[in-house]
């Protein structure tokens, strides 16, 4: 019956990880030519025959059913009061999707009654947070950026997207690609930080996981679609509280914000998402300039957008909208394709269309592109998942990625006196701190089902089997938020007894992701006296932290011989964490976000711009804070090794170029040899910055323009190039119709091992 419904649709509408350094092609400095965009700014039209076809069928209440997505309640299967809504609108064919289903029995429960019950049986398309991972829970973005290697995401979302599209999910809410200099910012954690270079390596790398590369199939029962999110400027929320304000110029949102979705775009990227934030007084979700004027005029984007959770209802509490159907308005006709959780569109939208408020060239436009991807992922000849072979557990091979993932994503901050690594011979070894014996290291957006069933390992497990002939103590010590510091004299206690002490402190995965705002971004509860105890003992110990954003680590620091940044590391937190302890992996990971000294220096970050009267300690009337210096904690690009590198001076192919000549794609060559000085193979990121030195619109003092992790042993050396042309060199301007300019002048190009690079040559663009 099944096989001939599909039939009988299909007839009607005509249808028939890379050891020692990977790295994409935009992680490397290699040049593109300079953004164009098209000279007649119109969209593809999506409107291909079998997609006309049905399009005829439908009456308005069908088209508008699939704008419409709702939520599923994950705890309960069809049948349940809770989902009765959604069963109704799939039965009547008034619903396109559906968000947080999953369960290959579950999801094609309600697939049958779209598929079988409506009069069209159009499938729906099942949506899901698959933020870093699914069953297989890999270290969050932020943490996977300090990695500097684009093909942990691309595993990452290989991994998440087998293991999802078995489990009937379609498509994913990933990756959010907003660039931020808000550390306050919980969704810092979902990001890659605060550069646009590093972030869309990623984007691109995370986008081609999912989807596979340009050209390749959607209907592949191995892949999803991607949504680039949040479109645009989430990432610059005042304050760092979430669903904020964000007064962004012109050349900012195309400098800073724009370029990670672009080169998304460029990648394939099925959809996008809308943030919920305002752009210089506009709504994002009723924003006609980004969404129509640069997704889709500029961009030419023929996928879909889709609303962010009641994100168009929301377009009232801004005072943007008056109601309901001006709410369905006003985000429609500005380029809201698909409507999240709200209902504005599909209640009002016939009375829109009869009163000629929104077209019905427009409203044919948002179906159809809807439908188009429900034909890309292949849905109409296979809208169900196979419940024989759904996977329901991490397999052996995606644990070990997690685990190589997480240990490639750890930063050593502080290494004194080599404190690190730990070695296995310790005959005692305490581990104290509220994250010792935690199995709560998963990270931000995991699902409560994939939580209980396959916790983060623990450290204290891990330590252990590291070190099987040692004594293995532990002691909590404090609890992480509360300030009850009873359990103190016993974490001392252990110190004292044990060779070396291993504290494990840093933020529960609550306090990160979304509306997780901090205003104080310190160790809470207690954790700092206990680091403070600890130290007070003389004893050797080792400080890991695990943390969903930078946070501001103190006064303690002086005292902590050793500071290795682990994150939110995900299922196999505990072994990848003693994998670096003990040296089994020489970390090599490097920070994609200053560290802050403290929440009054933020915003800190490597690519501001000067002022009139930069820094400068012995003048008063200088920019800079009276009580701290100017630099952050911990740089941009930061992170140590167990061995040593030597970095040398940057070559250039030639001291002069021509503006005109980069215009047309001309690009030229720096190169730089790196050696490993030290005893042990290690991993180095050389990285890349560039500093226009004068132009028309002021210029960060350095921008990432190119990075490359490589892998050498001791006494090896390798020359690095990197390739670099307009994009590299050029900006753009305040038009609002936007205009990229390469000018005339002097370019200083610094490489090095972070933003705190000093070697540097100087190119003239003539």
Same mark, same amino acid.
């Given at each position: 019956m099944r096989e001939l419904r599909r039939r009988t649709l299909l007839s009607a509408i005509g249808g028939t990880a890379v050891a020692g350094g990977g790295f994409t092609a935009v992680g490397t400095g290699?040049? !593109?030519?300079?953004? !164009?965009?098209?000279?007649?700014?119109?969209?593809?039209?999506?409107?291909?025959?079998?997609?006309?076809?049905?399009?005829?069928?439908?009456?308005?209440?069908?088209?508008?059913? !699939?704008? !419409?997505?709702?939520?599923?309640?994950?705890?309960?299967?069809?049948?349940?009061?809770?989902?009765?809504?959604?069963?109704?609108?799939?039965?009547?064919?008034?619903?396109?999707?559906?968000?947080?289903?999953?369960?290959?029995?579950?999801?094609?429960?309600?697939?049958?009654?779209?598929?079988?019950?409506?009069?069209?049986?159009?499938?729906?398309?099942?949506?899901?947070?698959?933020?870093?991972?699914?069953?297989?829970?890999?270290?969050?973005?932020?943490?996977? &950026?300090?990695?500097?290697?684009?093909?942990?995401?691309?595993?990452?979302?290989?991994?998440?997207?087998?293991?999802?599209?078995?489990?009937?999910?379609?498509?994913?809410?990933?990756?959010?690609?907003?660039?931020?200099?808000?550390?306050?910012?919980?969704?810092?954690?979902?990001g890659c930080g605060e550069d646009p270079y590093l972030t869309t390596a990623f984007a691109v790398a995370k986008v081609e996981g999912y989807q596979g590369e340009k050209g390749s199939g959607l209907d592949a029962e191995d892949r999803i679609a991607a949504c680039a999110k949040h479109f645009v400027a989430y990432g610059g929320a005042e304050g760092g509280r979430d669903y904020n304000t964000v007064d962004v110029s012109e050349s900012r949102l195309r400098n800073h914000y724009l370029p990670p979705f672009k080169a998304a775009l460029d990648a394939g990227v099925a959809t996008v998402m809308a943030s919920f934030n305002t752009i210089s007084g506009v709504p994002a979700h009723g924003n006609s300039h980004t969404?129509?004027?640069?997704?889709?005029?500029?961009?030419?984007?023929?996928?879909?957008v889709v609303s962010d959770w009641n994100g168009v209802d929301e377009l009232i509490a801004h005072g943007f909208a008056e109601d309901g159907a001006d709410a369905a308005r006003l985000a429609l006709n500005a380029g809201v394709d698909m409507e999240m959780a709200s209902t504005d569109l599909a209640k009002h939208g016939k009375k829109l269309l009869s009163s000629g408020r929104i077209s019905e060239k427009r409203l044919d436009e948002a179906v159809a592109r809807i439908l188009r991807l429900k034909f890309e992922l292949g849905l109409f000849e296979h809208p169900y998942a196979d419940e024989d072979t759904a996977i329901d557990k991490p397999s052996a091979e995606a644990r070990r990625a997690a685990r190589e993932t997480a240990a490639r994503s750890m930063v050593l901050l502080k290494n004194d006196d080599k404190a690190l690594p730990l070695k296995k011979s310790a005959g005692s070894i305490a581990v104290v701190g509220p994250f010792g014996d935690s199995d709560d290291l998963l990270g931000t957006w995991t699902f409560p089902g994939a939580a209980k069933s396959f916790p983060s390992g623990k450290v204290l497990a891990a330590v252990k089997?590291?070190?099987?002939?040692?004594?293995?103590?532990?002691?909590?010590?404090?609890?992480?938020?509360?300030?009850?510091?009873?359990?103190?004299?016993?974490?001392?206690?252990?110190?004292?007894?044990?060779?070396?002490?291993?504290?494990?402190?840093?933020?529960?995965?609550?306090?990160?992701?979304?509306?997780?705002?901090?205003?104080?971004?310190?160790?809470?509860?207690?954790?700092?006296?206990?680091?403070?105890?600890?130290?007070?003992?003389?004893?050797?110990?080792?400080?890991?932290?695990?943390?969903?954003?930078?946070?501001?680590?103190?006064?303690?620091?002086?005292?902590?011989?050793?500071?290795?940044?682990?994150?939110?590391?995900?299922?196999?937190?505990?072994?990848?964490?003693?994998?670096v302890l003990f040296g089994k992996v020489n970390p090599g990971g490097k920070l994609p976000v200053s560290f802050p000294r403290t929440v009054g220096q933020i915003p800190v970050h490597y690519n501001h711009e000067s002022t009139g009267r930069p820094y400068n300690a012995d003048n008063k009337y200088t920019s800079k804070y009276l009580d701290l210096p100017q630099d952050p904690q911990f740089a941009f690009g930061h992170g140590l090794s167990y061995t040593e590198f030597e970095i040398g001076e940057p070559k250039l192919s030639r001291d002069h170029v021509s503006a005109r000549a980069l215009r047309k794609g001309d690009t030229l060559e720096v190169s730089v040899t790196v050696r490993n000085t030290g005893e042990r193979t290690g991993d180095e990121v050389v990285q890349l910055y560039v500093h226009d030195i004068a132009a028309s619109i002021a210029q960060p003092v350095r921008k990432l323009r190119g990075f490359r992790r490589v892998t050498l042993e001791p006494g090896k050396s390798r020359t690095v190039r990197f390739r670099l042309g307009a994009d590299d060199?050029?900006?753009?301007?305040? &038009?609002?119709?936007?205009e990229f300019r390469v000018e005339e002048g002097a370019v200083d190009i610094y490489v090095g091992n972070s933003s705190e690079a000093k070697a540097k040559k100087r190119l003239t663009i003539t």
């Open positions: 290699i040049a !593109q030519a300079a953004p !164009q965009r098209p000279s007649a700014p119109s969209p593809p039209s999506p409107l291909d025959p079998k997609i006309k076809k049905l399009l005829d069928r439908m009456t308005v209440e069908e088209k508008l059913g !699939q704008l !419409q997505q709702l939520p599923w309640a994950v705890s309960t299967g069809p049948g349940g009061s809770e989902t009765k809504d959604v069963e109704d609108a799939a039965r009547a064919g008034r619903l396109g999707s559906v968000l947080n289903i999953f369960g290959a029995k579950s999801s094609n429960a309600l697939q049958r009654m779209a598929v079988e019950e409506s009069r069209l049986g159009i499938p729906l398309l099942f949506g899901l947070d698959v933020i870093h991972g699914l069953w297989t829970t890999f270290p969050i973005p932020l943490a996977q &950026a300090s990695s500097f290697d684009p093909e942990v995401t691309r595993r990452d979302a290989e991994v998440s997207a087998k293991e999802s599209r078995s489990n009937g999910v379609h498509w994913t809410f990933s990756p959010m690609m907003d660039v931020t200099h808000e550390p306050r910012w919980g969704r810092i954690a979902e969404l129509t004027g640069i997704l889709s005029k500029e961009w030419g984007f023929d996928g879909f089997a590291a070190a099987p002939r040692a004594k293995v103590t532990y002691a909590k010590g404090v609890d992480p938020e509360g300030t009850d510091t009873g359990g103190i004299p016993a974490a001392v206690a252990a110190a004292k007894a044990a060779d070396v002490t291993v504290v494990v402190v840093g933020e529960p995965p609550a306090m990160s992701g979304e509306a997780a705002a901090r205003s104080d971004i310190g160790l809470p509860g207690g954790q700092e006296k206990l680091i403070e105890a600890i130290a007070a003992t003389g004893k050797p110990f080792v400080v890991v932290l695990v943390n969903g954003r930078p946070l501001t680590v103190g006064g303690w620091l002086k005292s902590a011989p050793a500071v290795l940044e682990a994150w939110h590391p995900g299922l196999e937190a505990g072994n990848a964490i003693a994998d060199f050029g900006f753009w301007t305040n &038009a609002e119709s936007g």
